[in-house]
């Protein structure tokens, strides 16, 4: 498989981003690890007239220490996030939901910020991002940057709240104190995507779960977080994690076993945040 | 669009179109048809090669993407005489193989996981190796395979 003919500009800075994408509109993508991208581009399903490729934009990579939050790059590697000893100490469960993606040659190549501007709800680390309340940090035409909550952020199928000509450039997650968390993924077969997964933070009257695959876009159980900042157990607050999201059936499994799947996964999730 | 890829050491230089895949590149620019094409969907790993010094899927890379970078790739292991890189012994010595054809993707991501896990255990090798797929061997002797490299190296 080949994708379709596209002219190609690689630019060394966020600058340079910025004017590629100011020039080419609509027609171009930008290109950052590739590995959601291309194979949809292999596939015919994308077909940019101009790929804007940003891999070696150094700038926008690494994790800092941003006092009350950890920041890190949206060009930064799922490699380099699963290893980075700030992110393993401050923000554990980003380490945690890392570490279930793909497979090593897909982290070798993926990035943080690819994965959420992508906007997939099958992928674990937007649920991650819910959980732990962060903010996206994106930069657009006028050079100025823009925050965007996690729940601002992903608004649709595929689909998020940054605009074509902007470049999302970091990504602020409040560090955890050592509050308990928890990722939760069930899978059919080692590296296969999510059919289900959670992630928890719990304690210290700290309340925040996000889902994977069970809506059209990645979404927060905001039921079981309701209702264990009103003090439930684990078991009555993880039953009420299907309320109000909307799965969908497919070859994997049919809507009741993703709600099942949620419920069972919340449990498990909320006892491993409780240590 | 001119790219020029080391390859093995090697510098190689190609007129490319952006869309050509790395895999394709190796295979038929630089003419080393060791890296295999198995699902071309990023799935099976018979297309890993390292990309300055870590595993990647070549079906999943464009050659424009690795200009000006290294690449190593299976015909890259052995030294100059003919003597087998540790892990390729390990595969040969605990029979990891059988048709042979995830083998180069194997071999390639086995040698990355241990740069970056040396002592690995079972479990490391098992789900380090979960991205390459084999479709004759049960795994068990690749399994053997690399943790033999592993004491080796150690
Ligand atoms: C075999 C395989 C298995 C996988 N398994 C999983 C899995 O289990 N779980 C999981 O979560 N993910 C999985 N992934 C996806 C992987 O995490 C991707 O790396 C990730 O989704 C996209 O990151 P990328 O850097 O490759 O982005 P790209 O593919 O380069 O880009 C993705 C999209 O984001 C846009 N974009 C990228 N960076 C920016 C930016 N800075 N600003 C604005 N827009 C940007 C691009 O234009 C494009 O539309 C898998 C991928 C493969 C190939
Ligand atoms: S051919 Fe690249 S992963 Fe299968
Ligand atoms: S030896 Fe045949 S696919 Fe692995």
């Not at chain 1, 380099?80 to 401050?90: K, Q, R, S």
């Not at chain 1, 994965?115 to 006028?142: E, Y």
């Amino acid at each position: 498989m080949i994708p379709a003919a596209f002219d190609y500009v690689r630019v060394d800075s966020a600058d340079e981003a910025l004017a590629a994408l100011a020039e080419h509109g609509d027609d171009a993508k930008l290109l950052a690890g590739g590995h959601s991208l291309l194979p949809l581009m292999k596939l015919r399903l994308a077909a940019p007239a101009v790929v804007i490729d940003i891999g070696r934009v150094d700038e926008l990579k690494g994790v800092t220490d941003g006092g009350d939050h950890v920041a890190i790059g949206a060009l930064t590697r799922h490699r380099d996030v699963e290893i980075n000893d700030l992110v393993n100490a401050e923000v554990p469960l980003l380490a945690a939901a890392t570490r279930h993606v793909g497979d090593a040659q897909v982290r070798h190549r993926g990035t943080i910020g690819g994965s959420i501007a992508h906007g997939d709800p099958a992928s674990d680390i937007p649920s991650a991002l819910l959980a732990m309340n962060a903010t996206m940090v994106a930069r657009g035409q006028d050079g100025a940057q823009r925050e965007i909550s996690a729940d601002d952020f992903f608004s649709g199928f595929l689909e998020t709240a940054l605009n074509a000509d902007e470049l999302l450039t970091e990504i602020r997650i409040p560090k955890l104190g050592g509050v308990g968390f928890s990722f939760q993924k069930f899978t059919r077969r080692a590296q296969d995507w999510a059919i289900v997964g959670v992630s928890a933070v719990h304690g210290n009257g700290t309340a925040g779960v996000g889902l994977v695959n069970m809506d059209s876009k990645p979404v927060r159980a905001a039921a079981v977080e309701a209702a264990l900042r009103e003090g439930a157990g684990a078991a009555d607050a993880a039953a009420l994690a299907a309320e109000g999201v909307h799965p969908s059936s497919d070859l994997n499994a049919s809507v009741e076993y993703r709600q099942h799947l949620a419920r069972v996964l919340t449990k498990r999730a909320l006892d491993e945040a409780a240590g | 669009m001119q790219i020029t890829v080391t390859v093995n050491g090697a510098a190689t230089t190609h007129d490319v179109e952006p869309r050509r895949l790395l895999v394709h590149y190796l295979r038929e620019d630089a003419g080393l048809t060791g890296t295999n094409i198995g699902c071309d969907t990023s799935s099976c790993g018979a297309c890993t090669v390292h990309l300055n010094g870590e595993a990647v899927k070549s079906c999943t890379v464009l050659a424009v993407q690795a200009d000006g970078q290294e690449v190593t790739t299976i015909e890259g292991l052995a030294a100059a005489d003919g003597t087998l890189h540790p892990m390729q012994q390990a595969f040969h010595e605990c029979h990891a193989l059988q048709c042979g054809y995830c083998t180069p993707g194997m071999v390639m991501a086995s040698i990355s996981l241990l740069d970056e896990v040396p002592d690995a255990t079972e479990a490391d090798v098992r789900e380090g190796l979960e991205g390459n797929l084999c479709r004759c061997t049960g795994y068990h002797n690749i399994v053997k395979a690399v943790l033999q490299a592993a004491g080796g190296a150690q």
